[in-house]
Nanobody, 115 residues
Framework: QVQLVESGGGLVQPGGSLTLSCATSSSIFSINAMGWYRQAPGKQREKVAIITFGGNTNYADSLKGRFTISRDTAKSTVYLQMNAMKPEDTAVYYC?????????WGRGTQVTVSS
């Protein structure tokens, strides 16, 4: 059973930074891509950023320049560095992994941007 374990959420002030981590129990060689999605109250879940097995990245246009996705292949872990955060970044952030053609989701971690 593939597991995705997220960590790093919490409360941050506007303009601050936060880093999320997502570790998977799957072998890195089975992972086609990993990424982050978010869902704000009353809104649909949306893509934040994706990184493929080959290291290619893809971001939501509105987040380019503020958010950075990276990975540690040795640890099968993906990170999301969030800078210059805004109240509208408040959401539950979900880790996603496409492994052997199937999609898996983490339980989500709450990120709140507020003074």
């Amino acid at each position: 059973q593939v597991q995705l374990v997220e960590s790093g959420g919490g409360l941050v002030q506007p303009g601050g930074s936060l880093t999320l981590s997502c570790a998977t129990s799957s072998s890195i060689f089975s992972i086609n891509a990993m990424g982050w999605y978010r869902q704000a109250p009353g809104k649909q879940r949306e893509k934040v950023a994706i990184i493929t097995f080959g290291g290619n990245t893809n971001y939501a246009d509105s987040l380019k320049g503020r958010f950075t996705i990276s990975r540690d292949t040795a640890k099968s872990t993906v990170y999301l560095q969030m800078n210059a955060m805004k109240p509208e970044d408040t959401a539950v952030y979900y880790c996603n992994a496409n492994i052997d053609g199937q999609n898996y989701w983490g339980r989500g971690t709450q990120v709140t941007v507020s003074s």
